[in-house]
């Protein structure tokens, strides 16, 4: 029989205990100890190495499909929360990993999403030092949702906020944008696409750790998740009350994403990225930042996209190829397919 | 109104429903060719001619010299501007 | 991409704006007021916003934004049949993402859906007919609309159900056709235009023959345009160019596309499964299909919510009467997270393009 | 029109700035900061001012119905984590929450949620400082699942672990035991019993901090949850090897649980608690421990239920009403209502 | 508790155990075999394990424990039909908690609902009868399992369907009575049984009647008995005082409940819904809604996955031939978490029962 | 075998269908009592009766008096006990 998750496997007894035993314990380092305790231990000087102030995030995971070209569920809930602590220069050491699993759930598919989480874990150098399971009946969840907190550390040096953005900063993202969510709304079934978009999923910390040794005074810097890299602007726009200056052409998109969205009528400025930053950094320090980001294979295609423009408002104003200007807002609703 | 996109048709999916796969970008998806298929025309002839797709249906073959007539009158109108400059 | 990246070219485009504004500043000398086109297709309206181009053309050229997309000129007692159907339990309801958002009365099928109704999103109607192969216990109905451009992939979808003998499906039409709507801009006197960029795709299925009494009728010039920047701008020189000259024709920009006759196949599909009179109705022959007589019920005026109008400033701007910061509603209590009308819905809406792209007091301020 | 939860609300543009500015932030302190960040930050001396390791905890709700007498899954999901940190001898410090929303969810229930965990958290101390949320489409959860994530402080005098029960040590139990489970199986309407049982969903924290004051030295502690007082005492046995005496008669249950027992034929041994911990105590400090204990509300009705009584094996043994011995295992299925 | 907390007093049990050591010891004095006493029913085993009951009873007597629960005497057909019909779409299955886990001969109910059957649990017939009503586009069966204490809940919630004409309401009806399961517990001569605790329950509904074939015709003393410990070692002091004074007597100790005659209503609704034979059937009146009927290709045995038997063992326990620990599969190959047997499974089950409650080892070595 | 609990009736919800409200140590549930009416007997008198119930259904009246008995003949045997020790 193809063993699968039942009530039991949540109700606290012998099943939970025997499927910790059978797919976390071995997969997770320090999860051994969390097994025996209600809480992971950390001691305070380990953390004190890497910084003065700790960083903490926290991030659900609810992608569907959860196998995707490129990535999964699982590698997804590892790199979110790792460049979510990354982005505001933190490095990141210790995440905590809660499911909550359908009922009927192969045990299989478990152990994919367990054994790609331990990847990016073990890449990043981060440790899942504590966890939670919880069993829904079936069609109460789909499949399996994954949270994962995350702590870091940040070094006193570095002072990344989202209201630091000043005249003359530039604006610099580290690859093509759009590919998690093409990839995504290629790989779900109702939309009959059928492309090899790739989704970006990966850890940005080390790229970020390469460009805090550059310029250690980064100004701002965020990971364009949910909302694209026009949510990240305007947030920033916002956050910092200034006025930002985006120049279209430069903006790199990969011809199948471009693809899928001349298709659907998708604007790929909002559509999720899962492993691109945006960075706002001094202009004096934008070409080194830029020639270091392109030395790390997460930077490569690392470009200018523009510049803060004024200390003023609160807008992205992006000059589109024919030299007219048009306001970059944030979505209003999700990104629905269009037919006209 | 009416988001149309071109793309190439690159294989034929199912011939008695009419359906072909259509390429756009490196994105494929499958269409309804009834109204592109020419009149006693084998359906295997539409592999690799280019359409024109609006909802999951393939509603108009793109006509290259047309395409290229344009776009030359376009390069003539900038060389005489440049003559004129 | 092929057959868009060319068309998109800036350097083609400069081209073409370089010609414009020397033949408008030839053709505004001899006369006091700007020139008026309309671009009556959202989908070229979405174009000029897109790409700005109202900023790079003179001064001396308005664009009057047209009625042309089928999610703004939908009745909101349309989208009230359709969640009045789509909330019955056996039901699946089916349409295209850009419909959903369509305000009713009361609300719309985002909204419905979210309160229990099986809503689901298309990209195809031939996708809703799977579904329904796949649900045989359900009713599936297909919430079509559009104008010419989308008309003959429900007639075909409706033919491939009829051949199918399929019992579960069935269309809510809410089709229109384009030259009534065209007509009764022509015949508003508050309105001068001086030509109109008219619907590539629409000519694609109709032909040019249908928009000739625009030209013969009305005296105005009208370019048949693609969706492409270089298309509108060559569309706008070869008005301009009608204009100068004192011509009115109707022309055909998008001649990569369009055949002077339209697609005969779709045209036939079309003629065979609606009826077009003032409004586009399903055949006889396909009553069964017909969600309408389906779910009549549903359909009388006395079933549904007490329809709440939309504010009139959008049929005003809807027929280009004004624009859309003269509506007093515009950013305040209208915004695409909360519409007042459908204009603030659809991207190609010409409300929801000024608030999307346009922001022209941010602009000003810039 | 009632307003719900639609999935734009998910999907990081300007509907879920809004549910944030309109729920999330007036709620919870520091959220503000989190909103604009990524991630929170915390300043390592303001951890460090009370002891020397971190505690980190995480679990994921999704209880239902979410509203039940004594609680809701709000006030559950904040003391839930609190407890989780207070067991280990931390003293509760932060938190995050991460929200997933079902599609057509009222915001009225979810702000009710959100005021009963501001209530919980506030009354802990325990700051919320970081939050996500998501919208997954109708019938793909529950109405709503949460998670929380818990940073606390180890004092360094304390050494709480499961490994550390030693022969003559004392159990002791702070109060009526299986209270939140008998409450949610009548609160779930499928059985249709009626009760007027309230679950014991409390914070453990003040009671585990007095306790600590007069016996730094506790050497193990647990809050009972899924799997009841049974699993407990299975996973503490297991742990230090050793085996547990348990007197049937000391098990404090309260009459209406023992009527849902008696109709269902459960054992409310194995029914999760949401308030109750089982501390095991030197036996010279039992009484100074229990006298303390009973003077805090949460502590009132503590007792001593049994000793350690052998440094060997791994088993809970229960001395019944009768003077005869029975072994208590861990559940092995969840409890499911008999009819024989 | 009234009528509960009485009957569980420790000091009540220390006085009965002082008498029955005292009974035990005379008559064992007289044997050289020690006196084997069968609790037939599963609740007093669970009784006897709960509350340790084995231990503070005189070695000379040995509890032998009977077949007398629905769950353990289940054949793993019945549940091979029940997960037939409750893998189809249309169907919504629902049965008591304790009947999920029983095995079948692939899967148990909680697997076939883990793998996407809509399953339900219930605590009454009658709540399935409610899902019924309230699921009219659904088959809704109730699995019904139990000796005579549960047959009358049975037959009046048929009577009730039938009643009210629902028409999408039956029962698979896996009812057992218990006289033939005591006659062949008698019949077997390997048994050499000293007397009977019989289920209280059971005779609340049949009366003491049915149960004197025990004395009459095998000689064999039996006492009916409630299910508190206290009434369980009355039970057994009435059982002891019969051998002890050479009778055979059919006695009821739980005078509080158990008529002599059993309960006529509950009689008369049984007789009216069912027929007595070797098996429990529905009678034809009432075929409409005999899930057997109903659904009678997924209950002919070519329909079902072949079916794989239970060990040879559990017969042997079943019968008090072997007791559990006697078994070499369990502990090892047979737990509560991937038993073998039914007995494993039900609370009630003796293996269940030792290994929940008992693991003797443990207590040796303590 | 079959889980059997006394509670007392302290209700009728439902005098057509025969269901009371039991009420078990506190917890109440709505049982059906067709096996406990006597003929002829007012509903309604069933209340304060207490009932044996199993899998909703009351299927016998708790008799005091023989409880009593039962619990008197056992504190005689233990007089008895004691008058021996
Ligand atoms: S701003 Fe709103 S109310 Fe005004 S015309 Fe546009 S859609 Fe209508
Ligand atoms: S231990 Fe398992 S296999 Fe052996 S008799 Fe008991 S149930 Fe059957
Ligand atoms: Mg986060
Ligand atoms: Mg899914
Ligand atoms: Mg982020
Ligand atoms: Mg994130
Ligand atoms: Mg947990
Ligand atoms: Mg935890
Ligand atoms: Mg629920
Ligand atoms: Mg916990
Ligand atoms: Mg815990
Ligand atoms: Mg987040």
Known sequence: ?340 | MCLGVPGQIVSISDHKSHLAVVDISGVKREVNVSCVIGEREPIMELIGVWVLVHVGFAMSRLDENEARRTLALLSDLGEFQESLS | MKYIDEFRDPDQARILLQRITKLADQVASLRSTPLQIMEFCGGHTHTVFRYGIEQVIPKSIELVHGPGCPVCVLPREAVDHCVAIAERPDVIMTTFGDAMRVPGSRKNLLQAKAEGADVRMVYSPLDALSIARNSPDKEVVFFALGFETTMPSTALTLQQAYGERLQNFSVLCHHVTTPPVLTEILQDNQLQLDGFIAPGHVAMIIGEQPFQFVACDYGKPLVISGFEPVDVLQAMLMLLTQIHQGRSQVENQYLRVVRQSGNASAQLALCEVFEIGEKVTIRDRYAPFDAMVRFAGHCQSDALPESISEPSYCAEVLKGRIRPLQCPLFGKHCSPSDPQGALMVSSEGACAAYYQYGKAEAMAEI
Chains 1, 4 share one sequence.
């Not at chain 1, 550390?153 to 003359?168: E, M």
Request: hydrophobic share 45%.
């Open chain 1, 1 to 340: 029989m193809k063993e699968i998750i039942t009530l039991a496997h949540g109700a606290g007894g012998k099943a939970m205990e025997s499927l910790i035993q059978q797919v976390f314990v071995p997969a997770f380092h320090g999860v051994e100890h969390a097994v025996l305790e209600d809480q992971a231990r950390i001691p305070m000087r380990l953390l004190a190495e890497h910084g003065d102030r700790l960083a903490f995030t926290t991030d659900s995971y609810v992608v569907d499909p959860i196998f995707f070209p490129g990535g999964d569920i699982g590698m997804l809930a590892v790199n979110g929360t790792i460049n979510d602590l990354a982005v505001g220069g933190a490095m990141p050491l210790y995440m905590s990993c809660a499911m909550v699993l359908e009922e009927g759930l192969p045990i299989e598919i478990l152990q994919r999403v367990v054994n790609s989480m331990v990847e990016a874990a073990n890449a990043a150098q981060v440790s899942i030092v504590t966890g939670d399971t919880k069993v829904v009946p079936r069609g109460q969840c789909d499949k399996l949702y994954i949270n994962t907190t995350g702590i870091g550390v940040i070094n006193s040096g570095v002072q990344i906020s989202s209201q630091r953005a000043c005249k003359g900063d530039v604006i610099i993202v580290n690859g093509s944008v759009g590919d998690h969510g093409a990839a995504i709304v290629s790989a779900r079934t109702d939309l009959k696409l059928e492309a090899s978009i790739q989704s970006d999923t990966q850890s940005l910390s080390e790229l970020v750790q390469i460009m805090l040794r550059v310029c250690p005074d980064i100004h701002c810097m965020r990971d364009a998740t949910r909302g694209g890299v026009a949510a990240v602007l305007n947030e920033l726009a916002d956050a910092s009350r200034c006025t930002m200056y985006v120049d279209e052409k430069s903006i790199p998109v990969s011809p199948d994403v471009r693809g899928v969205c001349e298709i659907l009528g998708f604007d790929p400025l909002y559509l999720a990225n899962e492993g691109k930053l945006i960075a706002i950094v001094p202009e004096s320090a934008a070409e080194l930042v830029l020639c270091a980001m392109r030395q790390h294979p997460s930077g490569a295609g690392s470009v200018v996209i523009g510049q803060v423009v004024d200390q003023q408002g609160s807008a992205v104003v992006m000059e589109t190829q024919f030299g007219a200007k048009r306001v970059i807002n944030r979505l209003v609703g999700e990104q629905l397919p269009r037919i006209c």
